[in-house]
């Protein structure tokens, strides 16, 4: 699935991923490196705070790391951009989890505290969040390019409204072809057999309109014929 056909530098959703990678990998870059000029201690269970949190020379360095990849990956935008931060925010999600477990014991390699647990936390939804942002949902729009990349659809491919109404229609007709089908064959759902009963209802008015509608322009004509005046 190559997204860079359907996600263009200037597409709205390859600028939320990339700016959000962006503005996380900063973050954590800045945090890795106030780290490394404080001089912290590498394996210190203990830590000392940065910024709020609780930090060591290991997590500086996971920072740093883990920000420049994130940085990286917004530079080349795209899938790679989106895929990363979502990535990053499950790892962040379960470092946050496993490092509560740990805390106060010889285990707390990273030197977490609860704020850090929180922060972990509320990065990682955040950071999953911007990453599965327009990707991942319930019902995609037509016009979305991941929906377009995943059902082999050409990137340039009309998306217009009239085109996506004319669509909706169709699969609307579809849907009531299959529903009559079943009906005759008797083997119909309550739903099927309520789409086709509408359908009747709408046809009878639409087809008594349409016998109104002719009735009275031949009730003009025949006026406008038999007219003493005409």
């Known amino acids: 699935m190559k997204m860079d056909r359907y996600l263009p530098p200037n597409h709205?959703?390859?600028?939320?991923?990339?700016?959000?990678?962006?503005?996380?990998?900063?973050?954590?870059?800045?945090?890795?490196?106030?780290?490394?000029?404080?001089?912290?201690?590498?394996?210190?269970?203990?830590?000392?705070?940065?910024?709020?949190?609780?930090?060591?020379?290991?997590?500086?360095?996971?920072?740093?790391?883990?920000g420049l990849g994130l940085v990286v990956a917004a530079v080349i935008g795209g899938l790679v951009a989106s895929t990363t931060t979502s990535v990053v925010g499950a790892a962040f999600l379960l470092s946050g989890l496993v490092n509560l477990a740990v805390l106060d014991s010889p285990l707390n390699l990273l030197a977490f505290k609860l704020p850090n647990v929180l922060f972990s936390l509320v990065a990682g939804m955040l950071l999953l969040f911007v990453g599965l942002y327009g990707r991942v949902a319930g019902r995609l729009p037509q016009d979305n390019p991941y929906w377009r990349a995943r059902h082999h659809e050409e990137?340039?491919?009309?998306?217009?409204?009239?085109?996506?109404?004319?669509?909706?229609?169709?699969?609307?007709?579809?849907?009531?072809?299959?529903?009559?089908?079943?009906?005759?064959?008797?083997?119909?759902?309550?739903?099927?057999?309520?789409?086709?009963?509408?359908?009747?209802?709408?046809?009878?008015?639409?087809?008594r309109r349409e016998l109104y509608r002719r009735e009275r322009e031949q009730g003009r004509t025949w006026l406008a014929q038999n007219s003493p005046y005409s």
């Open 12 to 66: 709205p959703l390859n600028r939320v991923h990339r700016i959000g990678a962006a503005l996380f990998g900063l973050g954590l870059v800045v945090f890795g490196a106030l780290g490394f000029a404080n001089q912290l201690a590498y394996f210190s269970t203990s830590g000392d705070m940065v910024l709020g949190l609780s930090s060591n020379g290991l997590l500086s360095t996971i920072s740093v790391v883990v």
């Open 155 to 207: 990137p340039y491919d009309d998306h217009s409204p009239e085109l996506l109404a004319e669509r909706a229609r169709m699969a609307e007709i579809d849907e009531l072809a299959h529903a009559e089908l079943a009906v005759a064959e008797g083997h119909a759902t309550a739903e099927q057999l309520r789409m086709v009963h509408e359908d009747a209802v709408r046809r009878a008015i639409e087809t």
